[in-house]
């Protein structure tokens, strides 16, 4: 039996894995990512707790042939560099050596959303297709794209950005600096603040939003907002309504240029439930090129949460993303 | 020495030439397209002018392995009709089942944008490049992904349609019937449309582009627009900086995902010169996802006009596309 190694880094866990060539994850380890600290105890710690997932079932490095790693981001390849991390204040930072100190296999690093995406086609809700978009709407909209089975994250590797694709010209700034991305509508993040703007230029104090979070804006959350929407409750209604035609507008750009065979949603979003997810169905025809025609793929609901990230991280091809160079 | 058989299809005229390996064409003959015809008229138009081409320089069917043919829309690989061609006003029609009855090869039926920026990869401005996103920016806008050196359409053939991803969200009235597509901002019409807009709202008449066009704004064309830009006029500057703008959000969102090696503009737009081309270039990196930080392909016009398309087609490669299947 080959076993991996994946590590799924994230701005609240460093959560690894040790996963079989079958796609399951036969020991787990997470701490805290511990955002704050230095470059080099954070890549200790990545060290410790995927070691710690080896050693928990009796494996050592010399067990596995590399270390798979999703993060935020993606390293550049003229560079070798790690372009940016928000969630640690990271900016071109050099990831890969300061791993290198702490292991002697040799190290993968994907973008975490690529990596989610890549393990829900392996093992989870994209098993039966080859061709993928998966988008994790959570606090911002990560895009993972597959393409006969493989991840596709561009011809440097630095793309696939689904997130940080336009969609409303000249709209809202997004966390990334430019103005009208994806994530600046999709994200929860985004959903909770318009909501929020909402209820503040609201007359009244009539929706059930406002008894859910208290009295305080700043307090709500998107399950809350969901929660109301069941409810039929009216500014609900319509921030999940007007969320919906942001959600389906952007897709169908990613429609019309992959043709898809499947949507696969996760993050928290994805969890509002089976109605949510039927109206975004019912929506996406309506809203994309020549949808009423030639049809468009479903859009279903990621099935391994977090584990998504660590099978794909663990899974990834050591060849691939060190092979990728620009033509001069 | 092996030959290939090439077909531009477009709403003026049917443009056929005989390829050779190293894409030459060696023989060219073009018939008006006859738009209005029954599809019967014009199938036996598309075949008698390649029939022309290949007995021109003494060659017939024998000769070649299979007809390649570049036309607006696709084949949908569910049904194998021709989905759309608002140039001659079908839908769904039964195109390769028309096409069989004149020839004895197989036919390759692939939207024309793809085949003019398979052209220009093979031959022309793409030729040093693996990876490219090629724009023609003519009545519409038609796109073309190359991955790899081949086209890329989607997962079943239908995609790849740049021109019809959403720029602004709830925007202007495409042809296609959606909302905000790039193609309703970023097309010669679009540009036209939008600087006679702007003409009937403004107070007076001391733009250049009024003289331009005799004083009857319907008649203004591009050239015209770009003339009076080159001469700084001052409406003319701001139609062509609005134009800029939202021709480099759009393609801000292909670097995003594809982060090709290089943009390829064709169609008449592109023909508005350097330093149109140059304002483009400015402008990109600001508009795109950490642009700014990792850098963006550069803008370069294509080489190769209308050959493109005949050379593209020729060269189609007839397994992959009748290859595509749905997974059910």
């Known amino acids: 039996m080959k076993y991996h190694l994946g590590l799924d880094v994230g701005g609240t866990n460093l959560a690894a894995g040790v996963v079989t060539e079958r796609y399951e994850i036969i020991s787990r380890k997470s701490v805290p990512s511990g955002a704050g600290r230095s470059l080099e ?12 997932a080896l050693t928990a079932v009796g494996l050592s490095e010399a067990d596995v042939e590399y270390w798979g790693i999703g993060m935020p981001s993606y390293i550049n390849p003229e560079t070798g560099l790690l372009v940016h991390a928000n969630c640690f204040g990271w900016r071109n930072v050099a990831i890969l050596d300061a791993l290198a100190r702490h292991t002697k296999l040799p190290v993968v690093v994907e973008n975490d959303a690529n990596c989610a995406a890549y393990g829900e086609i392996l093992a989870g809700a994209g098993k039966d ?17 597959i393409l006969n089975r493989r991840i596709y994250a561009g011809a440097d590797g630095m793309g696939g950005e689904l997130g940080h694709t336009k969609l409303v010209y000249n709209g809202r700034q997004c966390t990334c600096g430019q103005y009208g991305c994806m994530e600046a509508y999709c994200s929860a993040r985004a959903l909770a603040g318009m909501t929020r703007e909402e209820m503040a230029a609201a007359p009244g104090r009539d929706s059930l939003l406002w008894e859910a979070c208290g009295g305080v804006p700043e307090a709500l959350t998107v399950r809350q907002i969901f929660d109301a929407w069941e409810q039929k409750d009216p500014l609900a209604e319509k921030m999940v309504d007007q969320y919906v035609e942001y959600l389906t ?5 990613f429609i019309t240029i992959f043709r898809p065979e499947i949507i696969i949603l996760g993050g928290g979003v994805s969890n509002a439930g089976e109605a949510f997810l039927e109206k975004i169905n019912r929506r996406l025809g309506a809203q994309t090129f020549a949808g009423m025609e030639i049809g468009v793929p479903r859009v279903i609901r990621a099935k391994l949460g977090n584990d998504a990230g660590i099978i ?17």
Chains 1, 2 share one sequence.
């Open 41 to 52: 105890e954070i890549v200790r710690a990545m060290a410790d707790v995927s070691g710690a």
């Open 129 to 145: 297709y080859d061709n993928a978009v998966m988008l994790t709407l959570g606090t911002g909209v990560g895009g993972g794209i």
């Open 312 to 328: 794909g991280a663990a899974m990834l091809r050591p060849r691939k993303q060190q092979s990728i160079k620009k033509r001069k």
């Open 249 to 253: 507008a952007g897709m169908s750009t």
